[in-house]
Structures are given as structure tokens and as C-alpha cells.
């Protein structure tokens, strides 16, 4: 089974100066190798709660693949249309990836440049994390990767699309410019949520949390053939995902966030 879907990974902006005509350049580490962890509605399995995505090294770096990165436009967030062409580069563009793409170990180095005042004073004033906007086709074969990892999917014919700007990650700080450390994605299951709820004082959940439970919750409902209660539009991302959440859980959380919870 093959499917095509939009993906966005998240990276962290970090050793960036100022040219002289006040631009803000940098170089960024914006994808690497290896098993991702994805929910299945974002994938089309909403019977999956979780899909391992494997991007194999001959993919990742393949010159078509290397060759999407450069000259690829940046935006202030991710465009509502999900993608950049030329009916709306005028309006989005913020500045460019350049073509300087390199591999440097299992990752993919790329020199970027902001050219918006308004995005550079975002980005000193703390948005300083990049979300690479791409498609690509998803094989649903099960296999391990050499690293010893079970993967469920294999990943293909990645193609760059944008590079956006944005506030801290939901789906959590994966690659970072000075440092090849990769760090876990934040898991929220049921027992946290239920904590999160019921513990004394206001609920206030981030908008990572607000993220995973509703596709959690489109996933659950889809998987049992009713209307989900509330869903939060989002787009395609790198994300991970602890259990499905219990009937309980579903509830308490339709009731809370239908009273304010969201803070």
C-alpha cells in the first residue's frame, strides 16, 4: 500500500548572524535519516495509532532529494494552502534555503537567509525554530533498520517544498544547528492527560497537547465509525503518540476544553 502526504519536521535555528544589509543568515541542520514516529490519521491508517516511518540514507540523499532543498522559499509559519508556488510566493516568501546542500553525517546541512524585518525581530524576539514542509510517498512494508529499529513504512520520493518559521515546536525540537543530539518527542497518554485534568487549579494545555489529543481523537473516532467531538485542523507532522486515549479520558477532555481549557 502506497500513499502520498505532506509532512512538516521540525528544527531549531541557533548560530545565526546579521549581514551587513541586516539580513539574518544561518546553516541548519533539516533532515536526517532514520525511523520517525507518526500518528496513523495523519498517514490515512486511523486504525493505527502510531506508524514507524523509516527514511532510508539512499532517499534522505539522493540527488533529487539533496536538489529540493536549495533555493527553496521561507515562510513566517506554514502557509494555510499547505504549499508554496508562484500564485503565492509574493505574499509568503520571507527570505530562501540556498544551494549550498551538503551531507554531513546522517544529516542534511542547508545555508538559509531571512530577508523580512518582520521576520528577523520574530525570530530575535524567540521564534527560532524551522519546519521543513515537504511531500512524499509512503510505503506501507514492515522491515528493521540497520540501526535495529522496526520500522512499519518506508518513505519515498521526498520533495522540499518550503522551510517556515515558527514558535517552539509542538511535535518537539528534533535537530538541532550545533548539534547532531537527537532529543525525544514529548508522549502524552491517557494517565498524563487524565493528571493534567484533574490536578487542582485551571487546566492550561500547550498546543503541542491540544495537537496530539485531537488527532488522537479523530483517530479513536474514525476507528469507531463516529463524528469526532472537536478537532483541531493542524497540518502534517512529525509527532509521536502514546495510547489511545480511554473512553474517559475522550470524555473529560470534550467536556474541559469545551469550558475554557484551553487557556
Excluded at 500500500?1 to 541548519?28: K, N
Excluded at 493505527?48 to 536549495?70: C, H, I
Excluded at 492550561?204 to 479523530?218: G, V
Excluded at 465509525?225 to 493542524?234: D, F, I, K, L
Amino acid at each position: 500500500m502506497t500513499t502520498q502526504a505532506i509532512f512538516t519536521d521540525r528544527i531549531t535555528v541557533g548560530a545565526a548572524r546579521r549581514t551587513a544589509d541586516g539580513y539574518l543568515v544561518a546553516d541548519a541542520k533539516v533532515a536526517r535519516t532514520g525511523v520517525q514516529e507518526y500518528l496513523g490519521s495523519e498517514l490515512g491508517r486511523p486504525d493505527l495509532p502510531v506508524v514507524r516511518v523509516y527514511r532510508p540514507a539512499d532517499e534522505v540523499f539522493s540527488d533529487a532529494t539533496l536538489r529540493s532543498f536549495a533555493h527553496r522559499p521561507m515562510t513566517l509559519e506554514h502557509p494555510r494552502q499547505g504549499q508554496v508556488d508562484a500564485s503565492n510566493w509574493k505574499q509568503l516568501a520571507i527570505g530562501h534555503t540556498g544551494s549550498e546542500v551538503v551531507r554531513d553525517g546522517d544529516f542534511v546541512r542547508v545555508p538559509l537567509v531571512l530577508m523580512d524585518s518582520a521576520a528577523i525581530t520574530a525570530y530575535e524576539s524567540g521564534k527560532r525554530e524551522l519546519s521543513m514542509g515537504y511531500s512524499a510517498e509512503i510505503h506501507f512494508e514492515a522491515g528493521t533498520a540497520p540501526d535495529g529499529q522496526h520500522y512499519d513504512a518506508v518513505q519515498r520520493k521526498i520533495a522540499n517544498n518550503h522551510c517556515a518559521l515558527t514558535d517552539t515546536a509542538r511535535g518537539g525540537r528534533e535537530l538541532h544547528i550545533d548539534s547532531a543530539q537527537h532529543s525525544a518527542v514529548p508522549v502524552l497518554d491517557a494517565a498524563t492527560f487524565r493528571k493534567q485534568l484533574t490536578d487542582g487549579g485551571p487546566t492550561r494545555l500547550t498546543d503541542h497537547e491540544l495537537d496530539m489529543l485531537s488527532q488522537q481523537l479523530a483517530a479513536n473516532a474514525a476507528a469507531a465509525h463516529r463524528p469526532p467531538t472537536m478537532v483541531r485542523s493542524a497540518p502534517v507532522r512529525n509527532a509521536a503518540a502514546g495510547p489511545s486515549l480511554s473512553e474517559i479520558a475522550y470524555s473529560e477532555m470534550c467536556d474541559r476544553l469545551q469550558r475554557g481549557a484551553r487557556g
